[in-house]
């Protein structure tokens, strides 16, 4: 298990997957995490609710 802290000034997209969310701060360097590794939907959900309030964030999120 790895860590990473990451501020959203320096994110520029996230794209959802089926299993995953992928955060890009660049074009070609991006994070991995896995949707399965939240401890609840809950939790999920709640990271994606932050994920539409931030306006500089491009966003390609699954409708709910």
């Not at 089926?18 to 890009?24: G, N, Q, S």
């Not at 995490?33 to 306006?55: A, G, H």
Request: proline fraction near 6%; avoid cysteine.
């Amino acid at each position: 298990r790895q860590t990473s802290r990451l501020t959203w000034d320096r994110i520029q997209k996230v794209l959802e997957t089926r299993d995953w969310l992928v955060f890009y701060q660049t074009p070609y360097f991006f994070n991995f995490v896995p949707k399965n590794s939240f401890t609840s939907p809950r939790d999920l959900e709640q990271l994606i609710k932050i994920i539409r309030s931030k306006p500089n964030v491009k966003a390609k999120l699954k409708n709910r």
